[in-house]
């Protein structure tokens, strides 16, 4: 909320303390009118629509319709600043109308607060005394009558009981007994020659700050005149006048105190430095709800919820609407905002955006009466019943439980129970803590040790605490205050507590998040014209920056408009005066950092508590014990002798004259008609310089409005025009959303795949990926429960997905008598691979058979993001869609789902989803079965049929693998079903050479997950046998993924690389030595920069070193380049002979001594080459001798041995038997080369797939 009430306006608007007094209430001229948009609140309480237009008339015995009430005067007139908006003063005065009683019911007088939020943002507060004023107008009465006559007649012929039920059903507790008979027989209701009849009136004060206490208390003392037994000092006029134009608005950091008509009024206003103004109890907002409760609000209102407050008490409602607002500091509230929703806006409760608003619950009805259009997202709040539905989910805030301790012990040092619930209005305290309080206050012993344990310092602050509640209750205070100003006083103060309290989080959390900002724009005016494309905080550095438990909560809120907000400020004052909370904001975090020198890069999670309590509260009584300033009595005013005769009971008729100007000699009226002058002045000096400054400046507002799209919906004209227009926004809005959604998911996962082909920098995390896939799904939600007909479900998407699953179960079974017409996938890649169908059902059922999600809103969470991985989401969403009929049946005229174009835009925003490969499905529920199916594919001439060997499988993946598994041997394809896997990296193939045709040519293995339908290829084209190839049983196969052939054309040009494949026989081209040296570097690189992502998205470092541009695969080169392999007696020699035999010679000269003169390191890694390759020889695995060749690289990788391994190699003498002159092996600069870049891998910790070294025991 702005210091300074509105932002707007001109001169005086900061100096008023009030702009208007306004009187509503009924009209005697038009009579009663039934008010026939608050009658249709009963529609949203489970009530049946009317057939009849004015149903509710028939059915509601007449002193409880709805009537029409009107604003019957207000002073002055207009103020230029901020005009008088009639029909929303009106409607928020009395939002459910006028209300009638006789002297038999209770009447009360009643105060609550209301807001009006302008379409820029700024707002008024108006505060309302409603009391009971007797009916006088003779017409008003017949008319009541009348309509009892009516009714009683409805009521005959209708059969009674029935019908008075519902009448009971929400009549008052207090008239229940009387009710009972009053909608039969005419027993009770109203007879004019027997009753009298009360209308409901409201005195009213819209000012420009929330001085909520002194307006409340200036409205009963005005009440307490009119019904007081002797007319008061002044007349009334005096008193309204002088607040209206006399009493000016407390500079900041000053107490003020002005007269009400019997006893002074006092009001202050926070320091530059302290919290804005907040002037609602805090403390009855924790009273209500509970401190758990509270902070969890918090954070749903943090993170952008939707957040329905449900009250019969008007105040209550603002009291907790305004509470959670300013608990936002530095931040604020950025979307509609309606504490108090006035019964002919309900159709707003569809809005499909964040919201903040209020409900009154009707006396009697249930909450499980209560329809809403959507609950995905929303946070309902029952405040009466101190209970709180939450949305599914979200992240909890950062040191959640030191938090609501530190809270829970500002609490109780008032006297009030952190547990809520109970009324505990005057700090009552609990039973509990009183009984304690008993307990300690008898004990003699325990008070010698209290004033003990004082005098050494020692703190019992618990007791103090209790005591000084029970104290609180006692009369007169400290300073002469009377009990009401020292219970005001004390809800300051607790009110200021909390604050700093929460303040403080933000403080230690953002401590640095001016680091993060990006200034990039020369002006102000560049930077508003490219704002909409503009990166404007760092998101990805800062939230590397955080400590790791802070991370699901920070990634979710700075993708919040309310922080798009405070950064769009932040860069914007650098041009502009600093807006006050940034400006109180930056303040504080200069301080702390004076305080405390700490270094940004260590960010830790301890929690750090609030130290300036003390002070916070210091401040709010210093500013009462001294009164800075004082206001002018209210005075006799030129007004005709005779008029406002006072009259007891009732407000006399004001005289307007006096009221609708002020004094014009007042000083400060003087100082800002100045002010005013010269700014007019100025006005017309600038008019007509040029057009181009007004297009400039409007063109600026909007840009600077941009994202705000429909802060606020206008609460005075409700034509159903204005309706359509509303709901025409709000598919604007949402096409917008999805726009921006969709694009910023491309740009982040493009951005990260750019980086993987080696083009500039990553800057997404998973967990970033995450939190935009879940804003996606919020999103889907939104636009899905957008003018729904009826609400099922908490689901709007899933419950539209059940009924088409039912439409197309029966439309299945009618077909199934006709067979023939399925559509399959032709897929060209997957040899073998019987394709699998297309199917929104089939995902359907894949998510409903997943035991782990138990809600609706996350099983359709669940199949959006199964949906995403498939690439289908658009695709699915638009079969979804294709069946008119039911999307009719289910939709209002105006939804979104039914604006043909704006879905087909939508749908289209979607596709270009299909561009990159998601897997949050499949990373995500780690812990489900998932079926998978393998086939193995052999080089189609040899055909498998031939062989006799009995083939198994292993397949492995980021989360685990199968186990060993047997192929039926004559058909090769088997499905399995076993625990997420992941994405799958490695299979193992192997056979165990039984029978006489045990050799076996494979081409590769395909494995497929049945549920994302992601296919990997596992390459082979090598033999499987003794003594062919190089004598392997059983290889590692590495895999890559299989992009369908089927796929549309839109995603090509942007495609994910394919992974590495395991290296096949068809490699050997022989490459020249630089080419050789060149993949050496490359394969070395990417392992590097493998260790330099974020853990979460580094992928499989066994493709890495075993993959095609894998470090093995290099190696291998290496050691071929010149290497003398020509068949002698037509037997290959592989790399592995040669260091086989290399071990052998040094084995042997180590027996013989020859080695013994060597340094010791040198014998030492001698011995290490020697175990690690005879442990690999002697391994129970069938390898072959290029598996063991890999091996031992991998190994040697793994324990930073290859470096040291590679001199031994080249020094020993069988390199001259095996390698021509001018192999690379045999070039001494070359290998020096080499062994440098080996050694750059030891900074790294690489772990190896258990797939690759089972069974080698070192």
Known sequence: ISTGGSSVGSGAAPCRFAHYFVICGIDTETGLEPDELAAQTRFTEGVAPPCAHNWENFEQSPLKRTFKSKVLAHYPENVEWNPFDQDAVNMLCMPKGLSFRTQADQREPQFHSFIITKEDGSRTYGFVHTFYEEVTSPQICSAMQTLYQMHNAEHASANPPSSSSLDEADSPTSSSSSSSSRGGGGGGGYDASRDTLYVSKALCLITPMPFMHACRRFLSQLHRAVTAATAPPLPLESYVHNILYEVPLPPPGRSLKFHGVYEPVV??????????????????AFSLLGVENLVQLFTCTLLEMQILLYSQDYQRLMTVAEGITTLLFPFQWQHVYVPILPASLLHFLDAPVPYLMGLQSKEGTDRSKLELPQEANLCFVDIDNHCIELPEDFPQFPNKTEFIQELSEVLLSFGLSPKGGD???????????????????????????????????????????????????????????TAAEEEELRNAKLSVQLRE???????????????????????????????????????????????????????????????????????????????????????????????????????????????????????????????????????????????????????????????????????????????????????????????????????????????????????????PAVIAQTNWKFVEGLLKECRMKTKRMLVEKMGREAVELGHGEANITGLEENTLIASLCDLLERIWSHGLQVKQGKSALWSHLLHYQAREEKLEQQQAESPGNTHRRKSESAIGMPSLRVSVIQDMRHIQSMSEIKTEVGRARAWIRLSLEKKLLSQHLKQLLSRQALTKKLYKRYAFLRCEEEKEQFLFHLLSLNAVDYFCFTSVFTTIMIPYRAVIIPIKKLSNAMTTSNPWVCVSGELGDSGVMQIPKNVLEMTFDCQNLGKLTTVQLGHDNAGLLAKWLVDCVMVRNEITGHTYKFPCGRWLGKGVDDGSLERVLIGELVVPSGEEDSGRGCRTPPLQRSPSQTRRIKPTSAQIQEAIGEAVNNIIKHFHKPEKERGSLTILLCGESGLVGALEQFFHHGFKSARLFQKTVFVWDFVEKAVAYMESADQMGDLQETAEPLGMTCQSLCRYVNAINSTPRSIGKDGKFQLLVCLGARDRLLPQWLPLLVECPVILRMYEDSALLRDRSTVNALISVLQTLHDFPITLESSLVKGVDL
């Open 501 to 719: 309290v929460f303040a403080s989080r933000f403080t230690t959390m953002f401590a640095d998040y001016e680091a993060f900002v990006i200034q990039s724009s020369p002006d102000l005016e560049s930077w508003l014209t490219n704002r909409e494309q503009m990166h404007n905080f760092d998101k990805a550095s800062f939230l590397s920056d955080q400590p790791e438990p802070y991370l699901p909560f920070l990634s979710h809120f700075i993708e919040t408009q309310m922080f798009a907000t405070f950064v769009d400020n932040k860069i914007m004052s650098q041009w502009e005066e600093k807006e006050t909370l940034l400006r109180v904001f930056d303040g504080r975090i200069d301080k702390a950092r004076l305080y405390n020198v700490r270094a940004p890069s260590l960010r830790s999670s301890n929690y750090q508590r609030c130290t300036i309590l003390k002070e916070s509260a210091q401040a709010i009584e210093q500013r009462l014990m001294k009164i800075d300033h004082t206001a002018i009595h209210p005075h006799l005013l030129d007004m005709k002798i005779g008029q406002g005769k006072y009259e007891q009971g009732f407000f006399p008729k004001l005289q307007a004259d006096v009221l609708n100007a002020g004094p014009t000699n007042n000083k400060w009226s003087h100082r800002t008609a100045t002010t005013q002058r010269r700014k007019d002045r100025h006005r017309q000096q600038t008019e007509h310089l040029n057009l181009d400054n007004d297009l400039k400046e409007k063109y600026m507002q909007e840009a600077r409005s941009l994202g705000k799209n429909l802060r606020q919906p206008k609460l005075s004209d409700l034509s």
């Open 267 to 284: 009001c202050q206003r926070p320091g530059l430095s302290e919290l804005p103004l907040a002037d609602f109890p805090l403390g009855d």
């Open 423 to 481: 009324d505990g209005r005057n700090g009552n305290l609990a039973g509990d803590e009183l009984a304690v309080l008993e307990l300690l206050q008898g004990n003699a012993t325990l008070e010698r040790l209290q004033a003990l344990a004082k005098r050494t310092g020692v703190t019992v602050a618990r007791v103090d605490a209790l005591r000084a509640g029970v104290k609180g209750q006692g009369t007169e205070g400290q300073g002469g205050r």
